[in-house]
């Protein structure tokens, strides 16, 4: 693999990882790169990754529209 393929496939496993962690489906990301949804499991397994927690969104939106109000 060339140097620049693995840089490629190192990004769009950040992306992926990145999206899994915002909540998305391996069904939909393997939607958007035309890939069966198992490719995606098997290229980041989701149980192994630590999703974003609701209640800090929340309390990140709540904090900026305390500043806004300000």
Do not use: F, H, Q
Not at 12 to 35: H, N, P, Q
């Amino acid at each position: 693999m060339t140097n620049e393929k693995k840089d490629y496939e190192d990004i769009k496993r950040l992306l992926m990882l990145l999206l899994i962690k915002l909540g998305a489906t391996s069904e939909e990301i393997g939607y958007a790169l035309k890939l069966e949804s198992s490719v995606i499991r098997k290229m980041l397994p989701s149980s192994k990754i630590k999703k974003l927690k609701e209640s800090n969104k929340t309390s990140r939106n709540k904090s900026a529209e305390e500043n806004d109000t300000e």
